[in-house]
């Protein structure tokens, strides 16, 4: 059955796309790990250390960039890197950021939160977004096309930047659409969203572009509403759902 939010302090295995012609590799580590062209070192601390390693087109050392917890007592947290959605211009890297964050070179940021989302850019000079709202937000999948990114995850309660009003359970599903806006802070705006959810959780697995349509996959237990007047109930505990929105 479908439960809350994965928190960040459970690793995600790596993940690697292809963006602006080279490929991106993420991941959770702990502790040090080799990368060509030298080492880099977390700094865990009741967390999980992220990774975002862009390698270049002949795949030589690549530049990496660890995203670590801030540590201590209330301060602890982690960085859960979940996918990367890349074209042949550019790409962000999406997931959920858990208390005290900051990278390798830069200091920890408080989050208002225990769990917000995550959107990390992958243009030089661009700022990382971490979207807070007043319960645990996560972003499991996402896909770009040009200036236009489309985000799904699962919430917990209201993330009015998102659009997002209060959740029915634990988890209510989410699929965003947002169009990036230069030199502004945050780097995106919000077009639309809608909310996938029932008085059961919800599990966001995947995310597509087909033919001028938004593919999302997921789980879902009991009686559950996608949006514009589509209800489904599960025939067993959990099933899965794939539901095709315009975009």
């Known amino acids: 059955r479908p439960t809350a939010p994965v928190h960040p302090g459970a690793p995600a295995p790596p993940t690697v796309a292809t963006v602006a012609g080279a490929p991106v590799a993420i991941g959770s580590f702990r502790g040090t790990v080799d990368f060509p062209g030298g080492q880099v070192t977390g700094r865990v601390s009741g967390g999980t250390d992220a990774f975002v390693a862009r390698f270049g087109p002949s795949l030589g050392a690549p530049s990496v960039t660890a995203y670590v917890p ?31 964050v900051g990278t390798i070179a830069t200091p920890p940021v408080d989050g208002d939160n ?23 937000a996560a972003i499991q999948a996402a896909a770009i096309d040009g200036d236009d990114l489309w ?5 917990g309660g209201p993330v009015p930047e998102l659009g997002l009003g209060a959740s029915t359970s634990t988890a209510d599903g989410f699929v965003a659409h947002l169009r990036r806006q230069p030199s502004s802070t945050p780097p995106y705006a919000l077009v639309a969203s809608r909310r996938v959810g029932g008085a059961d959780p919800v599990r966001i697995v995947d995310l597509q572009l087909a033919a001028g349509r938004v593919v999302v996959a997921g789980e879902f237990a009991g009686t559950t509403q996608f949006g514009a007047g589509a209800t489904r109930t599960a025939a067993g505990a959990t099933d899965w759902f794939v539901v095709a929105y315009a975009r």
Do not use: F, K, Q
Not at 74 to 81: D, E, Q
Not at 114 to 136: V, Y
């Open 114 to 136: 225990s769990e917000d989302p995550l959107i990390l850019p992958l243009t030089p000079g661009w700022p990382a977004w971490r979207i807070a709202g007043t319960a645990a």
């Open 70 to 100: 801030g540590g201590g007592g209330a301060g602890m947290g982690g960085v859960l890197l979940t996918a990367i959605a890349g074209d042949a211009v550019g790409g962000v890297v999406v997931g959920s950021a858990h208390g005290r």
């Open 151 to 155: 985000i799904a995850g699962t919430y």
